[in-house]
């Protein structure tokens, strides 16, 4: 395991945008080693529907390994498995969207810092999907 810090990010990640860019972008400029989880199809189809994720896991993967920002990419499919996750890293940093602050963080008890940051743009995968950004 490496000696840097680590900067925890997580998220569906169904279709990335540059919201998403700007996170990872920051979470590297914290210098610490990014970790990214990213949920399973089934754990997304249970919280958005039938008709989430848009792209498939393996997909979400290959496009999230891609990102120069990004150093590993972790899945789960549970809050226990994130939660397990999150203590067995125990990061220094969670860099997470601002529409959380006042909601559940899992794993939260096992995180340093939790930075909150505005969404760039107003955009979202949500709106994205339907229609509501361009």
């Not at 993967?61 to 789960?76: A, E, P, Q």
């Not at 996750?85 to 969207?97: E, N």
Request: charged share 25%; aromatic share 8%; net charge neutral.
């Amino acid at each position: 395991m490496s000696t840097k810090d680590i900067v925890w990010l997580n998220g569906t990640f169904d279709v990335l945008h540059m919201g998403h860019i700007k996170l990872f972008e920051y979470a590297r400029s914290l210098d610490g080693e990014v970790h990214v989880g990213v949920d399973t199809d089934e754990r997304i189809r249970s919280m958005k529907g039938d008709g989430r994720p848009v792209n498939n896991l393996w997909n979400r993967v290959d496009f999230l390994n891609s990102i120069k920002y990004i150093d590993k990419v972790h899945i789960f499919g549970s809050d226990e498995e994130l939660t397990m996750t999150i203590k067995d890293l125990s990061p220094k940093w969670m860099v997470i969207g601002n529409d959380y602050v006042g909601k559940k963080i899992i794993g939260r008890e096992h995180i340093g810092q939790v930075i909150f940051l505005p969404r760039y743009q107003g955009l979202s995968s949500s709106a994205i999907i339907n229609g509501a950004h361009n």
